[in-house]
């Protein structure tokens, strides 16, 4: 069956690069867009980035500046790299597939020294 | 950017109650494919998201059919006949015709 799980630290510094590893199982990232949406405690999701299933990515362009989506069809993982990360980036951080079909249980990240 | 408006902000009804959200974006919605790309998306509490309706009004599967999408353009609305306790939750849409794609700010529904 579809399923997706995010992985990552935490806790991160404020300033430095948050990495996150979305790991999918049950289809094909070749064939499947990918997708990051995250949740800051208590609010509204916000749309990040997109992976398309062709390898083009597409950005949040309030997060352009910021963000990179990265995969390795091997490995079926996407990877999410946003740097100079402050104290409202944290939150919760889900992959989603598609058009947001299936979802992963979500990663808490928290920026704070 | 296209600014998704739902109303109202909250609902709070009893069981059986029917239920209507709007969502108002602020650009037509209709791709240069033709297909309008207007999801509803449900999060329960402590639950990750879950997309109950997509293209507007098409149903995914195992949703109930006392959900039901409408709208075109840049209005749209997503209606529960009758409430369930199941039901509450905080009901978002989102569109994906133009980049960078957005949600509404979502529509807490609790239960009376």
């Known amino acids: 069956q579809v399923q997706l799980k995010e992985s990552g630290p935490g806790l991160v510094q404020p300033s430095q690069t948050l990495s996150l590893t979305c790991t999918v199982s049950g289809f094909s990232l070749t064939s499947y867009n990918v997708h990051w949406v995250r949740q800051p405690p208590g609010k509204g999701l916000e749309w990040m980035g997109r992976m398309r299933y062709n390898g083009d990515t597409s950005y949040n362009s309030a997060l352009k500046s910021r963000l990179s989506i990265s995969r390795d069809t091997s490995k079926n993982q996407v990877f999410l790299k946003m740097n100079s990360l402050q104290t409202d980036d944290t939150g919760t951080y889900y992959c989603?597939?598609?058009?947001?079909?299936?979802w992963g249980q979500g990663v808490m990240v928290t920026v704070s020294s | 950017d296209v600014v998704m408006t739902q109303t109202p902000v909250s609902l709070s009804l009893a069981i059986g109650q029917p239920a209507s959200i709007s969502c108002k974006s602020s650009q037509s919605l209709v791709h240069s494919d033709g297909k309008t790309y207007l999801s509803w998306i449900l999060q329960r509490p402590g639950q990750s998201p879950k997309r109950l309706i997509y293209?507007?009004?098409k149903l995914d599967s195992g949703v109930p059919d006392r959900f039901s999408g409408s709208g075109s353009e840049t209005e749209f609305t997503l209606k529960i006949s009758r409430v369930e306790a199941e039901d509450l939750g905080v009901y978002y849409c989102?569109?994906?015709?133009?980049?960078?794609?957005?949600f509404g700010a979502g529509t807490k529904l609790e239960l009376k």
């Open positions: 989603t597939r598609g058009g947001l079909d299936y």
């Open positions: 293209l507007v009004s």
């Open positions: 989102w569109q994906a015709t133009h980049f960078p794609y957005t």
